[in-house]
């Protein structure tokens, strides 16, 4: 996947985007960047990634990725807070994949410096 588009949809390749903080190179610098890090992660199937972003208090014990599930694009319809400086954000997106859509107001917070998965809203 060197040379692929992120899955993510920012127009960057896969390793200079998502990639590499998949790989724990970088780590998301907000809220919406780990959201559309861990909508990557479940189009590359890397469950790993998903439960390493989960905030510990609500982490499953598996991701329930499906393989054949086919990612097809990620909108980004609103972000509320979850910038460099702050502790708290919403992200509100629509996942489409083949055979649906899956849409989301999902609340991220920060947990011993990183940014987390805490929960879907609504």
Request: proline share 2%.
């Amino acid at each position: 996947m060197n040379n692929k588009l992120c899955p993510c949809g920012t127009g960057q390749s896969y390793v200079d985007c998502c990639g590499a903080l998949h790989s724990g190179a970088r780590k998301a610098a907000t809220a919406e960047q780990l959201m559309r890090s861990r909508y990557s992660a479940f189009a590359v199937s890397d469950e790993d990634y998903l439960l390493r972003t989960w905030a510990s208090r609500h982490r499953p014990s598996s991701a329930g990725i499906d393989s054949t599930d086919r990612w097809l694009k990620l909108e980004v319809l609103a972000t509320e807070n979850g910038g460099m400086f702050q502790n708290e954000g919403v992200v509100e997106f629509r996942a489409h994949y083949v055979g649906g859509v899956v849409h989301e107001r999902s609340k991220f917070v920060r947990e011993n410096g990183q940014w987390v998965y805490a929960e879907g809203l609504e």
